[in-house]
Structure formats: structure tokens, C-alpha cells
């Protein structure tokens, strides 16, 4: 949000930089979740909870969002700015 947020204001400088944060915590919690899959993989079985359930479900939506973002960004970007 505070890319977009950036991107409305048209500082792309720090709608880049909210954008690049986003996807370096989004690829700690990507390999965080591909060793646990990998564990699982490999016969060591966890119980699913529903706090498992939730943590996933957040990558998820993290993922898709910081995806959405970086589109709006880029509208944002390519609309003339207002007087």
C-alpha cells in the first residue's frame, strides 16, 4: 500500500524502494515455507494447525498483492501528472 501510496504522490524512487522491501521479505518467507515443504518431503510430517493454515495463507495474499502493486505502480507511472 505505501508503494501505491508513493506512486499516487508520483515518487517512484520510494515506490520502487517499498516495492523491493516487499519482495526481499516475500522471498525470506517464500524459502521459509519451501524448507518446510521439503521436511514434509522428506517423511518428517507436521501437524497442520490452523496457525499453518494462516501463515500460508498470508504468503499468498503477500504475493499476490506486492504483484498488484507493482502493476498499479506502473499505471501510475504512465498517467500524465496532474497541474
Not at 521459509?32 to 495463507?57: C, K, P, W
Amino acid at each position: 500500500m505505501e508503494a501505491i501510496s508513493a506512486a499516487k504522490a508520483r515518487d517512484f524512487s520510494i515506490a520502487e524502494e517499498k516495492i523491493t522491501t516487499a519482495e526481499e521479505s516475500l522471498i525470506q518467507a517464500h524459502h521459509a515455507q519451501t524448507d518446510m515443504l521439503t521436511q514434509e518431503a522428506q517423511g518428517n510430517h507436521m501437524n497442520v494447525t490452523l496457525l499453518a493454515v494462516h501463515s500460508q495463507d498470508h504468503l499468498m495474499t503477500s504475493i499476490s498483492f506486492t504483484d498488484l502493486a507493482k502493476e498499479i505502480v506502473e499505471i501510475y507511472r504512465e498517467l500524465p501528472a496532474k497541474n
